[in-house]
């Protein structure tokens, strides 16, 4: 049986095969930026991509968060101690947020795992501090608080990794941030921040959710209501789906959410599938998110109890992982939406009541959770510099809570990382050099789009289109 002491150690001699300072490298930049944006558009709704392409035309921080493919494709170019585990795969600052457990505690965590596969934990740690340095720049915060978050966060990530090092392994299975020991930590910057974040979520219920999002039709009944290009439903002439799209061939939306339920039950513990046996639906239409996941498939149900009570519930179409072609390790299993959720449950220390997957019409794979239910994401335009350090480290710190638990070697990645701030003086370098990459290809996005490669359109370009 290996001690901590040799486990450290096997952590410190991987330096040998792959040097700290190795980390500041950019990897394959040599390379056109468009042919890898049209790949990651591909069996996307054909419309919906142009939606895609005109979020991230907004700044060079929505094309970095709208392009996990491109810096995967980098990374492959790039050394790692050869460490592989269970890692995030999109791991930008504003993948992390608040949610709640199902004994409905607040906890702050990684929040998206669309992109969850094995591979090199350096991986997630450098998107995460690219993004950091990328929204600094974006935000004006200047070049001061640009290298002291970038420290920040791996300073952060460095002293909990070393911490999960030291506990037993069901401390690191069970051990979560929760939005009260962010409290009793706040300082004066950053409490009134997680006051309103607390405040926030407790807001966000389905009960406050159904009057924004839904309508009494003639009829009486609880139906979502259309807001073009978010919510449309899918049989309307307010669709948004491609003509021959094979989901428009169905009578309506009640085939394909019986086929969503029929394999989805069977992922979800016994007490649970009778929760959900105890709601009806009423309505179900297509939600479009995020940025990186625009034109993908998204539905949102709405359900009620016996006393109309709702349940939103979200079907998120999970397709193969962007890490699948550029690493060596393999997932474990065949279906995308239980890689999600495998992921998900591996990496947060709580997961959603509902979290299961199931399979949709034509084989396309799903994932199922509550729709909004206490989620709340940072509000990055309110920090000031001192904010923003503090979520670098709040980032970093739930960062390597969820590798050490999902890896099992904290103490290997804490031996390779030391005490010293070499890994982070690496790491800023890397950030920096990618952060001008990131522009370079951004220019590049904007040209294409200009001169008609790329079609990009805005929210309010779908708008109008269907103005009475």
Avoid at 5 to 19: E, P
Avoid at 71 to 88: E, K, W
Avoid at 455 to 466: M, N, P, Q
Wanted: glycine share 6%; proline share 3%; aromatic share 8%.
């Amino acid at each position: 049986m290996t001690t901590l002491t040799d486990r450290l150690k096997q952590g410190k001699d991987a330096r040998k095969k792959c040097s700290r300072s190795s980390q500041a490298s950019l990897g394959n930049v040599a390379r056109d930026p468009i042919p890898l944006i049209k790949a990651s558009s591909e069996g996307r709704v054909k419309s919906l991509v142009e939606l895609r392409y005109g979020r991230m035309l907004v700044s060079p921080f929505t094309f970095y968060r709208g392009n996990a493919l491109l810096q995967a494709h980098d990374l492959s170019g790039t050394s790692n101690m050869g460490l592989d585990s269970p890692i995030c795969g999109d791991s930008h600052l504003m993948n992390f947020g608040g949610f709640a457990t199902p004994e409905r505690n607040l906890l702050f965590s990684v929040n998206d795992f669309d992109e969850a596969h094995p591979g090199p934990w350096e991986w997630d740690l450098k998107r995460l501090v690219a993004s950091f340095l990328v929204a600094a720049r974006d935000l004006r915060h200047g070049e001061t608080v640009e290298e002291t978050v970038c420290h920040q966060v791996v300073g952060a990530y460095q002293k909990t990794m070393l911490e999960c090092a030291e506990q037993s392994a069901l401390e690191t299975w069970y051990e979560a941030i929760s939005y009260d020991d962010l409290l009793a930590q706040a300082n004066k910057s950053t409490l009134e921040h997680v006051e309103r974040a607390i405040e926030k979520a407790e807001r966000r219920t389905h009960a406050e959710l159904l009057p924004k999002i839904s309508e009494r039709d003639a009829h009486g009944r609880l139906i979502i209501r259309d807001d073009l290009p978010e919510i449309f439903h899918l049989h309307k002439n307010t669709t948004l789906l491609d003509a021959d799209d094979d989901w428009l061939r169905l009578s309506d939306w009640r085939p394909l959410y019986d086929t969503f339920m029929r394999d989805y039950r069977g992922t979800l513990q016994a007490d649970r599938r009778d929760l959900v046996s105890r709601f009806h639906v009423q309505d179900v239409a297509f939600k479009v998110v995020g940025v990186g996941s625009v034109g993908t498939r998204c539905l949102v149900a709405l359900l009620t109890d016996d006393q109309e009570f709702p349940l939103f519930l979200q079907f998120k179409e999970a397709r193969r992982s962007v890490l699948a072609g550029y690493v060596k390790a393999k997932s474990r299993v065949r279906h995308e939406g239980q890689r999600v959720v495998d992921g998900q449950r591996l990496m947060q220390s709580a997961s959603d009541l509902f979290l299961g997957w199931t399979t949709g019409p034509s084989g396309r794979h799903f994932y199922v959770r509550q729709l909004r239910d206490m989620k709340i994401s940072a509000e990055l335009e309110t920090f000031d510099g001192d904010a923003f350090a503090a979520y670098g480290r709040l980032c970093g710190r739930a960062l390597a809570r969820a590798h050490a638990k999902s890896s099992g070697r904290a103490a290997v990645i804490s031996g390779y990382i030391g005490k010293s701030e070499a890994l982070a003086d690496a790491l800023y370098k890397y950030a920096r050099g990618y952060t001008e990459q990131n522009e370079r290809d951004f220019e590049r996005f904007q040209q294409a789009c200009r001169k008609g490669r790329l079609r990009a359109r805005s929210e309010a370009d779908f708008a109008a289109d269907h103005l009475p």
